[in-house]
């Protein structure tokens, strides 16, 4: 019987010259890709590592941008993993931005679009003793929000006078709006809660309303400051409605 000769003895054993020619044939691709690479980080290696975010800031934002992009700073040091929740998260905490959208455009880009706080209101705290103080001024935002920031500038935002708690002030800013409706055309111009209500109206015409039945007792001043003479309308007095049936008046 006569054996097949085992096809593996008819091949022909490669070189090693004949192994390596495709290696070698590659080895010019990847040495310019080298090259590539090492000139780009010679020339921007800042733009090649570090994420790139493209801003768009709410122009009544009171603080510059550089003010953010050092918040964020420590998060987009890894490009390659940006935490969009924690930069969001991070800008949020500066009070003046109301709300901050974060969005990946590519693997190292992100597009980040800042809405600023809108005044209702500015704020003072009743339990301080000057303004100078930190958390004794602040603003409360259109949502009822309080935020104090580093950065106040001028407003001709209604005053509110409170204590630092934002379950109060959140009723204090609801309860603002409420007077403001009952009171016509009669601008409110400040409005402080300690122990009592107080509002004051332009010029200064100060209404002292107390702890409770405030709604009826600043519908019973319209109605008796409607009917007092202009001669009578100082530009300085104060209405104290606290009484069950009338109101006591100082000048």
Known sequence: MIRKRSTRHNKRKKSLTQLL????????????????????????PTEFLEAKINWEIDPSLPIEQAILAD????LIQDKYQLDLHEIKKTLEDEPWVGAAH???????????NIESQDIAMRWENTHCDTKRKID?????????????PKTII???AVLARSEAN???????YTDYQD???????????????????????????KVILGYRQQGQRLERFIKAYAKLKPSKRAEQVTFDMRYPKGFALSY
């Open 136 to 148: 004794c001024v602040g603003y409360i935002s259109t949502t009822g929000e309080l935020f104090i």
């Open 71 to 74: 918040k964020i700073q420590p």
């Open 166 to 172: 934002q379950v109060k002030i959140i009723k204090l």
């Open 154 to 156: 001028p407003s001709d």
């Open 102 to 112: 974060v969005e990946r455009l590519f693997w190292n880009s992100i597009q980040v």
């Open 21 to 44: 020619l495709p290696i070698t044939k590659a080895l010019p691709f990847f040495a310019m890709l080298a090259f590539i690479v090492w000139r780009i980080l010679e020339s921007e």
């Open 179 to 205: 007077y403001q409706t009952l009171s016509g055309d009669m601008a409110i111009t400040s409005f402080s809660r300690t122990n009592i209500d107080q509002l004051t109206f332009t010029p200064n015409v």
